[in-house]
């Protein structure tokens, strides 16, 4: 048979072409991937991105380079963390990141989300870190949060949450840094891994729990600017690890235990209190404040 000097050439604007007819790598993997459906569905629920943070969210990029994304080393094409933080997103936070069966990041704190927190969101069961902090947020969600047994740390601080604090909070025994909103429950005692509980600038009412002394790892308590009332437990000179510890501007009475300055040598800030002679023995101690309490003078 005759050679054709044509035919190199035609074979290749063959291959050429019929490559171009097969779909992106990057559609057909978002087409397929329950983890991109996942992500395009969250992108729906934001109705407001002014600097276009989300803008190439969609499946001519593949997902797992998306802006915020991160995708697992080992697991291929599995969304692993959402890191969305300080857009001035506005919007609601989808069901189907329930979705995202391996994810255990989200941070979404300093945007504008409204809403509550999907009930879905109890399905991730990986999830260690949370952080909707300083959102629009309300409802009583807390309760979506069971299921979420891993998480270690825990930030809900600065949003519009209503109603009090589940007895299911008390199971995640993981958690190691909590911020929340809501009345302090005694069973916070169970989380005896939490270095961090921060419950302040919020409407927390009624007595400190004697209970929280069970918390022998905590190093910082912050309570100060809620309505809080009655004395200061003992029990807190228990918790040996403290370094701070804030009170102020509440309705505390009586006196500063004697134990916290025989017990609480790491203490570096105790802002709040009347100074009984034992606060002489925090010689870690930098700051102190006694104002905006009901405290008895010496």
């Given at each position: 048979?005759?050679?054709?000097?044509?035919?190199?050439?035609?074979?290749?604007?063959?291959?050429?072409?019929?490559?171009?007819?097969?779909?992106?790598?990057?559609?057909?993997?978002?087409?397929?991937?329950?983890?991109?459906?996942?992500?395009?569905?969250?992108?729906?629920?934001?109705?407001?991105?002014?600097?276009?943070?989300?803008?190439?969210?969609?499946?001519?990029?593949?997902?797992?380079?998306?802006?915020?994304?991160?995708?697992?080393?080992?697991?291929?094409?599995?969304?692993?963390?959402?890191?969305?933080?300080?857009?001035?997103?506005?919007?609601?936070i989808s069901?189907?990141?329930?979705?995202?069966?391996?994810?255990?990041?989200?941070?979404?704190?300093?945007?504008?989300?409204?809403?509550?927190?999907?009930?879905?969101?109890?399905?991730?069961?990986?999830?260690?870190?949370?952080?909707?902090?300083?959102?629009?947020l309300?409802?009583?969600?807390?309760?979506?949060?069971?299921?979420?047994?891993?998480?270690?740390?825990l930030?809900l601080?600065n949003?519009?949450?209503?109603?009090?604090?589940?007895?299911?909070?008390?199971?995640?025994?993981?958690?190691?840094?909590?911020r929340?909103?809501?009345?302090?429950?005694?069973?916070?005692?169970?989380?005896?891994?939490?270095?961090?509980?921060?419950?302040?600038?919020?409407?927390?009412?009624?007595?400190i729990?004697?209970?929280?002394?069970?918390?022998?790892?905590?190093?910082?308590?912050?309570?100060?600017?809620?309505?809080?009332?009655?004395?200061?437990?003992?029990?807190?000179?228990?918790?040996t690890?403290?370094?701070?510890?804030?009170?102020?501007?509440n309705?505390?009475?009586?006196?500063?235990?004697?134990?916290?300055g025989?017990?609480?040598?790491?203490?570096?800030?105790?802002?709040?209190?009347?100074?009984?002679?034992e606060?002489?023995?925090l010689?870690?101690?930098?700051?102190?404040y006694?104002?905006?309490?009901?405290l008895?003078?010496?």
């Amino acid at each position: 048979m005759a050679y054709n000097q044509n035919y190199p050439l035609a074979m290749t604007v063959f291959f050429f072409l019929s490559f171009l007819a097969l779909p992106s790598t990057s559609s057909f993997l978002c087409k397929n991937s329950i983890d991109c459906q996942a992500l395009l569905k969250f992108k729906q629920g934001i109705t407001s991105d002014p600097d276009s943070h989300l803008q190439a969210w969609n499946e001519t990029v593949p997902f797992c380079n998306w802006t915020g994304i991160t995708c697992h080393q080992k697991l291929k094409n599995r969304v692993m963390a959402i890191e969305l933080t300080e857009m001035l997103l506005q919007g609601v936070i989808s069901p189907y990141i329930s979705n995202l069966s391996h994810l255990n990041t989200l941070s979404l704190q300093g945007n504008s989300l409204y809403g509550g927190i999907p009930a879905a969101i109890g399905e991730l069961s990986e999830l260690t870190f949370m952080n909707l902090s300083r959102n629009n947020l309300g409802g009583n969600s807390l309760f979506s949060l069971q299921g979420c047994w891993s998480l270690d740390t825990l930030d809900l601080d600065n949003t519009n949450l209503s109603g009090s604090i589940p007895a299911v909070l008390g199971q995640m025994t993981n958690l190691t840094y909590l911020r929340l909103t809501g009345a302090i429950p005694s069973f916070l005692s169970n989380l005896t891994k939490l270095t961090d509980l921060g419950l302040q600038v919020n409407y927390f009412t009624g007595r400190i729990p004697k209970e929280i002394g069970a918390l022998t790892k905590l190093e910082m308590l912050y309570l100060h600017t809620n309505l809080l009332e009655g004395s200061i437990p003992a029990s807190i000179s228990n918790c040996t690890a403290l370094r701070q510890i804030t009170l102020l501007e509440n309705q505390i009475t009586g006196k500063v235990p004697e134990e916290l300055g025989a017990k609480l040598h790491n203490m570096q800030r105790l802002l709040e209190g009347e100074v009984p002679p034992e606060l002489g023995k925090l010689k870690k101690l930098e700051i102190l404040y006694l104002h905006s309490n009901n405290l008895m003078r010496l």
